[in-house]
């Protein structure tokens, strides 16, 4: 809700009361550093009533209800109220319109729009980062509220099963770590997050939406490892993406062939993976494994006598990770392999 914590702030200068807005799908709060603790069900048994040190008033739109939470000693519907309620109606009316106009901007649908005038709407966004946090539907109110206790943000939208965030936030990765960390704390829930770059104009929204979807199909892809994904940061897999598949097809079958692939078996597989993941560092390596330092000497020694690439090479450890990727993507089996 992007109109609405204008009005929100303009409602608060008034009355000098905390007010919350919440719905099925969202909830807004101002000031937004203060503890709200009652649920949508309680809510909902007391409109029209004082109850929790909240007078709750509600807002029927045509596609759902919003319940209005206003700080108060007692119950009261005065003139003052009245036009309070006006003006978020008014705010929730135009905030339709723009959730409309923000998801044309994140699908790219702005050949009949005056960009010019997105530009001067939704100047706040410039110079924000564009995250994408993939969570549990039925937890997204609570985590909305981790969110903003977690970072500054610029918009908190639920978008396509997924909330999209948008902050200004200097120390991104590490501000993404520690909202992770939050969400594992308070709820004991595992989420990922991708971060798509920065906006510099209005149409970098398409475009770093897509990238934020990219690096979450990339994790699926190549199985990787860690919670955070900057696609910024993801050339090798970004490489992969857009290879030529001639090119791909000759770095794979000039690695995995009839006479190298039988000796990939699940713990050599697993001793590769891990020394990629640890940067081709053999101490690293092994204590990932929990094996001497020998042991997995004796496995890279075994590599090459087979395939003829020395993992402690970095150009043949920088191929064999290419094929080894590329037999992800495909999903290319050993079966297939001595077939062809």
Request: charged residues 25%.
């Amino acid at each position: 809700m992007i109109f609405l914590q204008d009005i929100l702030s303009e409602i608060y200068r008034i009355l000098k009361k905390n007010i919350v807005i919440i719905s099925n799908h969202m909830q807004c709060t101002f000031p937004k550093d203060f503890d709200f603790n009652l649920s949508l069900t309680e809510i909902a048994k007391h409109v029209h009533m004082h109850y929790g040190g909240y007078n709750i008033y509600e807002i029927k739109t045509k596609d759902e209800s919003f319940y209005i939470c206003i700080q108060s000693e007692r119950y009261l519907l005065d003139e003052k109220i009245q036009l309070v309620l006006s003006m978020i109606a008014m705010a929730l009316q135009h905030d339709t319109s723009s959730t409309q106009t923000l998801k044309n901007l994140l699908e790219g649908n702005t050949e009949d729009t005056d960009v010019l005038k997105l530009e001067e709407e939704y100047k706040h966004f410039l110079h924000s980062y564009v995250l994408l946090l993939r969570c549990p539907q039925q937890d997204k109110g609570t985590i909305r509220e981790i969110i903003l206790h977690s970072m500054d943000t610029t918009l908190i939208f639920d978008y396509q099963q997924n909330i999209l965030i948008l902050s200004k936030e200097i120390g991104i990765e590490q501000s993404c770590t520690d909202l992770l960390e939050n969400i594992l704390s308070d709820l004991f829930m595992e989420c990922c997050i991708a971060i798509g770059g920065k906006i510099h104009q209005i149409t970098d929204l398409h475009l770093c939406y897509h990238r934020c979807l990219q690096a979450f199909q990339f994790q699926s892809t190549f199985q990787l490892s860690g919670s955070v994904l900057h696609y910024e940061k993801m050339y090798l897999y970004r490489m992969i993406a857009t290879m030529d598949e001639d090119l791909k097809q000759s770095i794979f079958y000039r690695v995995f062939h009839e006479k190298t692939v039988e000796i990939f078996d699940k713990e050599m597989e697993r001793t590769m993976e891990t020394f990629f993941r640890n940067n081709l560092n053999l101490t690293d390596t092994a204590n990932a494994l929990f094996i001497h330092r020998n042991t997995l000497l004796y496995r890279i020694d075994k590599i090459y006598h087979h395939t003829g690439f020395d993992l402690k090479n970095v150009e043949d450890s920088w191929l064999l990770k290419l094929a080894w990727l590329i037999r992800k993507e495909k999903n290319i089996s050993k079966e297939s392999i001595l077939s062809s």
